[in-house]
């Protein structure tokens, strides 16, 4: 879905889009008009959330200073962290 500088085509106009705080690009004119818009920037929330991240770093955190007061919170943290060590020693 990320296109870097140097593979776009040289003097092809583009449209720039805006959605749920993602900025993409796609190409204006044919024949390169059907290929699919990119991610070209935007709040990283939303570039994580749009590249289908389940959370992003912000939340991450979010999450992690809300167990250190809520019990409930952090034994599903410390039940998610020992699923990852399962998950990852079994691979």
Known sequence: MSQS??????GE???YERANGVT?????????NTKP??????DPDAVQRA???????SDW??????AETNQTMKKQM?????LYYLCKDGE
């Not at 500088?5 to 040289?10: A, G, V, W």
């Not at 590249?51 to 770093?57: D, K, M, V």
């Not at 955190?61 to 809300?66: A, S």
């Open 61 to 66: 955190q979010d999450m992690m200073r809300i």
């Open 51 to 57: 590249q289908g991240c389940l959370w992003s770093y």
């Open 37 to 42: 818009r990119w991610i070209v920037g935007g």
């Open 24 to 32: 993409y690009a796609k190409y204006r004119d044919p024949p390169h």
């Open 5 to 10: 500088k140097s593979n776009l085509l040289p």
């Open 13 to 15: 106009a583009l449209i």
């Open 78 to 82: 410390k039940k998610l962290l020992e």
